[in-house]
């Protein structure tokens, strides 16, 4: 019963095509992000947001946009995916009135995101 | 600009010895200062984390010191074990009007031989 699921945990796509990754939370949490993992560059922020009306840019955020459905879907989409998105891509969440860990941050398993 | 530089890249330790993650950063506003864990095919995971009023915190095998005048902070992993391969990033936050993001070094893949 994982508490942050990704769909879908792999994909191969095409350039051009416009993709949508998706992060659901059962956590309760009102803070997710989206990060991006390529070998070598640790983990780099695309997106956050502390709650459903707050979406906020991230280092990288070019070539990506993001949905706050609801506090527990956070989706991420690349309107016209290109090969350098070739990435994993993680979603996080977190809750700040957790006061022994205000900062921790919870990971889903992952998207691992091809793009040919 | 990378604000949290992470030394070694890679680090081979024999089952026993010590395994030391070096970081360093430029932004004093950082506020505090994780360790997560990840093994192959799963997210990353906090293991231990300090804050910057702290000069050393030790959770079990791990120890995170913490030297604000040099801004450097490191992890010391004491009986290494092969469980303990994986990769290691450590990361910085910053906190604004209640808010915070993390800000992740490039990680560190350690292997513990047996």
């Not at chain 1, 991006?36 to 640790?42: I, K, S």
């Not at chain 1, 309107?79 to 993680?90: D, H, M, V």
């Not at chain 2, 010895?17 to 192959?40: H, L, M």
């Not at chain 2, 994986?86 to 800000?103: E, I, K, P, Q, V």
Request: proline share 5%.
């Amino acid at each position: 019963d994982a508490d942050v699921t990704q769909t879908p945990r792999n994909r191969i796509t095409k350039t051009g095509k416009r993709i949508m990754l998706e992060c659901s939370q059962t956590k309760g949490h009102d803070r997710m992000y989206w990060y991006r993992q390529d070998p070598g560059l640790g983990l780099r922020l695309i997106y956050y947001s502390f709650d459903v009306k707050d979406i906020n840019k991230g280092e990288i955020s070019d070539g990506y946009s993001v949905s706050r459905q609801a506090q527990a879907k956070f989706s991420l989409s690349l309107e016209s995916a290109i090969p350098n998105q070739t990435a994993l891509y993680f979603c996080a969440t977190s809750d700040n009135s957790d006061m022994d860990s205000p900062y921790e941050q919870y990971f889903g398993p992952g998207t691992r995101l091809t793009v040919t | 600009q990378q604000q949290v530089k992470q030394s070694p890249q890679s680090l081979i330790v024999q089952k026993g010895g010590i395994s030391i993650i070096n970081c360093a950063y430029e932004n004093t506003a950082f506020d505090y200062f994780p360790w997560y864990q990840q093994f192959p095919g799963k997210g990353p995971a906090l293991l231990i984390a300090i804050r910057p009023d702290v000069s050393e915190k030790k959770e079990g095998r791990f120890t995170i010191s913490f030297n604000k005048s040099a801004k450097q902070f490191s992890l010391h992993i004491m009986d290494s074990q092969p469980g303990d391969s994986a990769t290691y990033f450590c990361a910085a936050s910053l906190s604004y009007s209640g808010y915070s993001t993390l800000t992740f070094g490039k990680g560190t893949m350690l292997l513990v031989s047996p």
